[in-house]
């Protein structure tokens, strides 16, 4: 096995359900129509596991959610590990994760969530190249805050970061740095969380041919036709 292909992808994810995340969205959509968001977004994330060269961890998040992570995770052909987030702030269980999966040998870790569909394969290898040379490698968001974050070695307390804020970029950085660990940032992505985030994915997967891709396209157009008529 190659050493770049060594790194582990984990999907940190929820099991979508009516009133469970993406709030902001629900604002706008409903939350009927705000759990089929979110299970496109998934599908995405899914896609990109199943490309993925390497080992996969699914991280949902409750222990309850385990089986369903399995049948989730079915159709993923290289190695997969189920490991359930613990309780507290994102940044306890991306602590908690992260020791978790080191004590199991795990050393080259790839963090994404279910929300980023525009992530791709030259982000995926990019990151995988930048993880020889440092220590810490991210992808920021548009909004200031990260879609992607890779390690190499333990993360230094994530606790105290301003978590769902426009400062966890920046903030992620200096903790990374303070901690004596290089930062190799790589571009911007985006994540979806407002509606304005939802309309971008329209210019965003325009060219994308990936399945999912354009069904979440699909779904983006119709919820969007729909509010406009509904809104004249």
């Keep these: 096995m190659k050493i770049m292909d060594e790194a582990t992808l984990i999907l940190v994810c929820k099991k979508p ?12 959509l409903g939350n009927g129509m705000t759990q089929k ?8 994330a899914l896609e990109d596991a199943c490309d993925w060269p390497g080992p996969v961890v699914i991280a949902p998040a409750n222990v309850e959610d385990v089986d369903w992570a399995r049948a989730f995770s079915a159709p993923i052909p290289s190695s997969v590990t189920i490991v359930p987030q613990v309780a507290g702030n994102l940044g306890q ?16 870790l790839v963090f994404i969530g279910s929300d980023s569909p525009g992530l791709n394969t030259t982000d995926y290898a990019a990151t995988r190249a930048a993880l020889q040379h440092a220590d810490i490698v991210l992808i920021p968001a548009l909004d200031g805050g990260v879609v992607l974050m890779a390690n190499r070695y333990a993360w230094p307390d994530l606790s105290a970061l301003p ?13 990374c740095r303070t901690a004596k660990q290089s930062v190799k940032t790589l571009g911007h992505g985006t994540d979806v969380d407002e509606m304005e985030d939802l309309v971008r994915l329209v210019t965003l997967l325009q060219r994308d041919s990936r399945p999912a891709r354009c069904a979440l396209l699909e779904l ?10 509904a809104n004249a």
């Design 37 to 44: 968001v979110a299970e496109a977004l998934l599908a995405c």
């Design 93 to 108: 269980r991306l602590n908690a994760l992260d020791q978790t999966l080191r004590a199991q040998g795990m050393k080259q």
């Design 220 to 229: 983006t157009k119709n919820i969007i036709s729909t509010l406009k008529i």
């Design 163 to 175: 978590w769902s804020s426009d400062q966890l970029g920046a903030a992620l950085i200096d903790a």
């Design 17 to 28: 359900a009516p009133g469970i995340g993406k709030q902001r969205l629900a604002a706008n």
